[in-house]
């Protein structure tokens, strides 16, 4: 069966995300457009240069996770000079480590610009935050007066990931202003309204895959001091809009996976973390596919 898909951001979580994907592989279903996330962008867009799930396992499997955290250069120590870094540069970690290997992995499939996929095969959420703004790429880059089919799938994955302060944000030029393009889950972390739409006619089932409890069984935020204040703000804008969608919406097409035990920046797992990662999407897959039906 041919459908659409979403997958929600969650950094290091998003290993559930394959899981989720073989069992969806196995049951014989085939994605037309993809749609993600941070980390579920990753997963997005290796799916819509055709890698199965197997294969996406073996390179994450393969990948040392800490490849992805470059810190700039400097002849200080990085714990003396992390600190002036993200004052001045906005994030601990250049993030051009990230978008080099996944310019790699994409390359391999042919796939280095937009107009290597199909029209509206991979769309991807990013955060402007200085024109105060969400961007879906490559569809919005039309009013950055930037050819969207030209532009480097690689390039809006990381700016898709680039979580604020832990990496560089992505710096956009137009000829207006320069942009400052953060991780697309300040503002959506799982993007199914890009194809569930009110009053609009789905070419095709949409299935969404959540790196979190259904909302109604989320624990509340414990608020105590001002750390665990910035944490629960940072989660409530994260998931604020995405949930009163999700509550009017069909949750019934949604394959949630709970993972608020397990720590997003999290980039030293063993192999028997990432199975037990990867396994944990796999088994809400089935179980979701015990009770689903379109």
């Known amino acids: 069966m041919d459908i659409d898909g979403?997958?929600?951001?969650?950094?290091?979580?998003?290993?559930?995300?394959?899981?989720?994907?073989?069992?969806?592989?196995?049951?014989?279903?085939?994605?037309?457009?993809?749609?993600?996330?941070?980390?579920?962008?990753?997963?997005?867009?290796?799916?819509?240069?055709?890698?199965?799930?197997?294969?996406?396992?073996?390179?994450?499997?393969?990948?040392?996770?800490?490849?992805?955290?470059?810190?700039?250069?400097?002849?200080?120590?990085?714990?003396?000079?992390?600190?002036?870094?993200?004052?001045?540069?906005?994030?601990?970690?250049?993030?051009?480590?990230?978008?080099?290997?996944?310019?790699?992995?994409?390359?391999?499939?042919?796939?280095?610009?937009?107009?290597?996929?199909?029209?509206?095969?991979?769309r991807v959420i990013a955060s402007d935050l200085t024109n105060d703004q969400l961007i879906v790429l490559p569809d919005d880059l039309v009013k950055y007066g930037i050819d969207p089919t030209s532009f480097p799938v690689a390039k809006a994955i990381r700016m898709s990931c680039s979580m604020p302060y832990f990496f560089e944000p992505v710096k956009l030029y137009t000829k207006r202003n320069t942009s400052i393009v953060v991780d697309g889950g300040v503002l959506s972390n799982f993007p199914m309204w890009l194809f569930d739409k009110d009053n609009i006619q789905k070419e095709r089932p949409v299935l969404g895959v959540q790196l979190s409890s259904h909302i109604s069984d989320r624990p509340p935020n414990k608020i105590n001091n001002a750390i665990q204040m910035f944490g629960a703000l940072f989660e409530t804008m994260k998931e604020a809009h995405d949930s009163r969608y999700i509550s009017k919406r069909h949750a019934h097409n949604i394959i949630f996976i709970p993972t608020e035990g397990l720590l997003t920046t999290e980039f030293q797992l063993t192999p028997e973390k990432k199975e037990e990662i990867v396994n944990l999407g796999r088994d809400c897959t089935k179980k979701f596919f015990s009770k689903w039906s379109y």
Do not use: C, H
């Not at 929600?8 to 899981?19: D, E, H, R, T, Y």
């Open 6 to 122: 979403v997958f929600s951001g969650g950094g290091i979580k998003g290993f559930a995300l394959i899981g989720a994907y073989e069992e969806l592989e196995k049951r014989g279903f085939r994605f037309k457009r993809v749609a993600g996330t941070s980390a579920g962008s990753i997963i997005a867009a290796l799916i819509a240069a055709n890698y199965s799930s197997k294969e996406i396992y073996q390179i994450m499997d393969e990948l040392e996770l800490k490849q992805l955290l470059d810190p700039r250069n400097t002849i200080f120590p990085f714990s003396v000079m992390k600190w002036i870094l993200l004052y001045w540069r906005l994030g601990l970690y250049k993030g051009d480590a990230l978008e080099k290997w996944l310019a790699e992995k994409l390359a391999a499939r042919g796939v280095r610009k937009f107009s290597d996929l199909q029209p509206q095969a991979l």
